[in-house]
């Protein structure tokens, strides 16, 4: 593989990244929504309030392993904190988000 030919599978890969954080970013949002304008009848809050805590574990340490969080998230602590103690989600205490 030729320098050229890495570095445009890495751009790809980097778009990759981005559509699915974006198709997660959209998805989540419309939970949000729904769930807050009453409209969740046929949503599951047990299993997206788990999943999310999960997720926001995951994304919290990719963004803090590429130094990207900031002080201006902290706002997603006290959220991370009652998301752990409702659904055990093993929180490392790590990073600028914890």
């Not at 949002?29 to 949503?43: A, F, K, P, S, V």
């Not at 919290?60 to 989600?89: C, F, Q, S, Y």
Request: hydrophobic letters at 45%.
């Amino acid at each position: 593989m030729t320098p050229k030919e890495k570095a445009t599978q890495v751009a790809d890969q980097c778009k990759v990244v981005a559509a699915l954080g974006k198709a997660i970013a959209e998805v989540y949002g419309d939970y949000d929504r729904m769930i807050r304008n009453d409209d969740d009848e046929l949503l599951s809050t047990d299993r997206i309030g788990a999943r999310s805590a999960e997720l926001m574990e995951t994304l919290g340490d990719i963004l803090n392993g590429m130094d990207a969080a900031t002080d201006d998230d902290a706002w997603m602590k006290p959220i991370m904190e009652r998301a752990h103690a409702m659904w055990l989600v093993e929180f490392k205490k790590v990073g600028p988000l914890l």
